[in-house]
């Protein structure tokens, strides 16, 4: 009886602090979903009570009068160009650093890995100069490039980790029927490392989703304005027009697909983390 007792205040001193953090981290979303139905009236009036009637005007304001539909549209383009492009140059770039042992590929290795401990605002003025060299600036393409150059080190530290416990057996019966190495890297490798590229691609979409800073010095004109960026300007507007139901409502708009995008792949992330962790 004494150690189930225990048991039982160990589990309840466990999971009180987590449902205490739960809620503090779920109610401010929950509210902001709230205050995206109500009118600025009812926001003043009650702001965390329940909306009178569900006021769908907030969403068109933001999709129309705000241009919130571009700002989506451009977003979603950086996103998934971003994220090919990282897969293209990171797929072949772990498996020749971890399949094909050439001279200095741990050094190549060490080189990737030690980028990611570098601050990418360190990068940021350079990236700029650059960009305008190459007339890239103010392009969410050149914005994409420069997210996929950005999760290099990440995505291909996570996919040498699941390539190297990929049998080698697998590729030299492979080659003994024929098979090219680009045929064993995109037939065999990549198939078989499904789960760290599934894994990864999430994480970096993302990432590229929601990033902000980057899209403010790179993006100059309101019709490339990426979601997060349009989202600050109706804040800065909100603080002179009360648009605040309208803001709510573009913050619903940004997180429903992160978060869609998220229940859709919950178990591959935790399946592509924990392999990760394993065979790292």
Do not use: H
């Not at 466990?14 to 449902?19: D, E, T």
């Not at 383009?77 to 498996?95: D, F, K, R």
């Amino acid at each position: 009886m004494k150690r189930s007792v225990g048991q039982i205040l160990g589990k309840t001193g466990i999971r009180i602090p987590l449902i205490l953090w739960t809620i503090a981290v779920l109610y401010p979303i929950f509210w902001m979903f709230l205050g995206s139905f109500k009118s600025n009236a009812e926001i003043y009036r009650n702001p965390w009570g329940f909306p009178e009637t569900f006021n769908w005007q907030n969403f068109a304001d933001a999709w129309t009068n705000y241009n919130i539909d571009t700002s989506v549209f451009n977003s979603l383009i950086v996103t998934v160009v971003g994220a090919v492009l990282t897969l293209v140059l990171a797929i072949p770039t772990a498996y020749a650093i971890e399949r094909l042992n050439f001279r200095g590929s741990k050094f190549l290795f060490t080189l990737y890995v030690s980028g990611m401990m570098i601050p990418m605002v360190l990068g940021w003025i350079p990236l700029f100069f650059l960009l305008m060299e190459f007339n890239l600036l103010d392009n969410i393409f050149g914005l994409a490039i420069v997210y996929a150059v950005s999760q290099l080190p990440f995505t291909i530290f996570v996919l040498t980790s699941f390539m190297s416990t990929i049998p080698k057996s697998l590729e030299e019966s492979a080659a003994i029927d024929g098979l090219s190495p680009y045929g064993v890297l995109w037939k065999i490798i990549t198939p078989l490392s499904m789960s760290g590229i599934i894994t990864v691609t999430i994480m970096n979409a993302i990432q590229f989703w929601n990033e902000y800073f980057m899209a403010l010095i790179f993006l100059q004109t309101e019709e490339n304005y990426t979601l997060a960026l349009a989202i600050d300007y109706i804040s800065s507007e909100a603080q002179y027009t009360n648009a605040w139901g309208t803001l709510f409502a573009s913050l619903v708009i940004a997180i429903i697909p992160v978060i869609i995008l998220y229940a859709i792949f919950q178990r591959r992330i935790a399946k592509g983390m924990t392999e990760g962790a394993i065979k790292g």
